[in-house]
C-alpha cells in the first residue's frame, strides 16, 4: 500500500507523528522549512494518504504483521523488519515518490533537531539526548541525503544543529565527517543568501567545537565569526567568540583569549543567556 512504501524512507524506527508528517500528502508547508528543503512535487501516479487516517492504516499494517510496534519511553514506535523495508523502498523508487518523501523526511528531522539543540543547554538535556539517540539513524539518512540532493541551506543547518549531540555523545569522528561533509557540499563561488551565510556560520561553529585542539578550529571559528556578524547572529557571534578564547587560551596568547572572553561575555549577558555566560568562564 501506499504508507508501507513510504515507511521505507525511516531507519531505525519512527513515531507516529513522524509517519504523519513525512507520509501523509507530501508538502512541506511551514515556511522556513519549505525554503530550507526542495519541495518536490508528487509524481501523477502518486495516491493521497490523508494525515488523519494514517494512525488507522499504521494500525492496519501491525495487525497484517507488516509493521512491528514496541512501547519506548511511554509511546509507540514501529519498526519495519529489514527485508519488508528494502521491499517497500523498490516500491518507493518504482511509484517515483523516493525524493519527495526524502524532501519531507528531512524537513521532519530537521525540525527536531533545531528544537532539540537549545534544549541540550538546559536541565532538559537527557530527555532531548535520549530522544536523539532513538532518531540518530534518521538524522544520519536526512544528512545524507540533504548532502546529496542539493538542500545546502537544510543540510548546514540540520548538521550544526547536531553538533552539540554528537560531542556530548561522543561522536566526535563522526560529527567532524558529516559537518565537513555539509560544508564541501557548497560551491568556493556560492552567493551566500541571509538564512544560508546563517545556517553556515552554525555549521562552522559546530566543526570547530568538535575539531582537534592543536589551533586548526581557528580558521572554523574565525569565519563562523565573520559570518555570525554579517547576519547579525547575535548568539552565533557569541559562540564563535567563545570558541577563539579556547584555543587562543591553548596557544598561550592570553591576551587576545582575554579579549575574546570579554566580548563574548558582554554579548552573552545582552542577549540574557546563562548557559553561555556559564560556557565562557
Known amino acids: ?141 536526512a544528512l545524507k541525503w540533504a548532502q546529496g540532493s542539493g538542500a545546502l541551506e537544510a543540510g548546514l543547518r540540520l548538521a550544526g544543529s547536531l553538533a552539540r549531540f554528537w560531542y556530548l555523545r561522543g561522536f566526535w569522528k563522526e560529527g567532524r565527517e558529516w559537518l565537513k561533509g555539509q560544508l564541501a557540499a557548497l560551491r568556493a563561488d556560492q552567493a551566500l543568501t541571509e538564512p544560508l551565510a546563517r545556517a553556515k556560520a552554525r555549521a562552522l561553529a559546530g566543526a570547530g567545537w568538535l575539531a582537534d585542539a592543536d589551533g586548526s578550529e581557528i580558521p572554523l571559528y574565525t569565519e563562523s565569526l565573520a559570518l555570525s556578524r554579517q547576519v547579525g547572529d547575535r548568539w552565533g557571534e557569541a559562540y564563535a567568540l567563545r570558541g577563539l578564547v579556547l584555543i587562543n587560551s591553548n596557544l598561550t596568547d592570553l591576551a587576545r583569549a582575554e579579549a575574546h572572553l570579554q566580548a563574548s561575555l558582554t554579548i552573552f549577558r545582552t542577549i540574557d543567556d546563562p548557559w553561555g555566560m556559564g560556557l565562557v568562564f
Open 1 to 141: 500500500c501506499t504508507l508501507l512504501r513510504r515507511l521505507a524512507v525511516f531507519l531505525g524506527g519512527w513515531t507516529l507523528e513522524a509517519a504523519e508528517v513525512v507520509c501523509s500528502e507530501l508538502r512541506i508547508t511551514n515556511y522556513e522549512l519549505r525554503n530550507a528543503v526542495p519541495d518536490l512535487p508528487v509524481t501523477r501516479n502518486s495516491e493521497l494518504v490523508k494525515l488523519e487516517d494514517v494512525l488507522e492504516l499504521l494500525t492496519h499494517l501491525v495487525e497484517k504483521s507488516l509493521v512491528i510496534v514496541e512501547e519506548q519511553a511511554g509511546a509507540a514506535r514501529y519498526y519495519l523488519l529489514e527485508t519488508i523495508r528494502q521491499y517497500a523502498r523498490e516500491k518507493l523508487f518504482e511509484a517515483g515518490e523516493a525524493e519527495p518523501v526524502r524532501a519531507h523526511h528531512l524537513a521532519f528531522f530537521l525540525r527536531l533537531a533545531e528544537e532539540a539543540e537549545p534544549k541540550l543547554r538546559t536541565t532538559a538535556q537527557l530527555t532531548w539526548l535520549a530522544r536523539l539517540d532513538l532518531e540518530h539513524d534518521n538524522l544520519r539518512a
